[in-house]
């Protein structure tokens, strides 16, 4: 053993560029994944949303029609006693 040394650790490994283009393309299929996933949940949430502003002004209407209908009886029955 005297005289022999030992030079460490092998040649550090790198991966190939088929690997590293192989990595590559799962990153980007890995993006294209996340994307797709964002707009789908961002086309629920805006049909959510479109759907709540629908029900809530829908809601608003209905109010104001029975408002409005009120303040006609009224007028009416007003009418007739004014006569």
Partial sequence: MSGCKK???SPAKTPSAKRKQSEG???ANIAS???VAIELALAR???NLEAAVTRAVQGAIDGMK???ESL???VVA???TVK
């Fill in 7 to 9: 030079t460490g650790s």
């Fill in 45 to 47: 949430q805006q049909d």
């Fill in 72 to 74: 006609e009886r009224k």
């Fill in 25 to 27: 393309g799962e990153d």
């Fill in 33 to 35: 994944s996340v994307s």
């Fill in 66 to 68: 029975i408002s409005v």
């Fill in 78 to 80: 007003h009418m007739e």
